[in-house]
């Protein structure tokens, strides 16, 4: 690795992938040392993922570039370069007459606490369908009405 890393287009989802496989030529890894890379960094980048990825044409998650981006060697300001480029393909450009908007960042809500949430919706959920499954059982929404079952018709006038 005696000269510069490939540095990441801009332009449209094919060259950005065409510019990760020049990285990893660069890098000189093969899938399974990247796989191994990228646990030692902290990541999580199965060999068949990142093969898959390099073999397709469209844009990888942002998680996968900052696996793939690491296990190749690129750390800090390179690193943060590959993802803001694929951030700017996948959003498109930013037009030049809107202006930014001021609106303050998102709360970042742990996942743990998202888990929790979702989990009691679902409970919450279950619970109303049980509960309107019961009440029609109850009211006999279910059940043949025997008066009807009974009553014989007749087309003589």
């Known amino acids: 690795m ?3 890393p490939p540095t990441p287009p801009d332009t449209d989802a094919v060259a950005y992938v065409a510019a990760l ?3 990893k030529a660069w890098s000189g890894l093969s899938y399974r040392r990247l796989e191994r ?5 902290g990541h999580c980048l199965p060999y068949s993922t990142a ?3 390099l073999g397709r044409e469209r844009l990888p998650r942002a998680e996968l570039v900052a696996a793939f981006v690491a296990a ?3 750390r800090g300001v390179e690193a943060q ?3 803001d480029a694929r951030t700017g393909i996948a959003c498109g450009p930013v ?3 809107v202006p930014p908007t001021n609106t303050p960042p998102p709360v970042a809500v742990p996942s743990r606490v998202r888990r929790g949430r979702r989990r009691w919706a679902l409970v919450g959920a279950a619970a109303l369908v049980t509960a309107l499954l019961g009440g029609a059982t109850a009211s006999g929404v279910f059940t043949d009405d025997e008066e009807v079952l009974r009553t014989p018709t007749s087309v003589r006038l």
Do not use: S, V
């Not at 890379?37 to 960094?41: F, G, K, Q, S, Y």
């Open 21 to 23: 496989r020049r990285l």
């Open 37 to 41: 890379r990228a646990a030692d960094a």
């Open 2 to 4: 005696t000269t510069a």
């Open 81 to 83: 370069a590959w993802l």
């Open 72 to 74: 190749c060697g690129i």
């Open 51 to 53: 093969a898959t990825m």
């Open 95 to 97: 037009p030049a007459d």
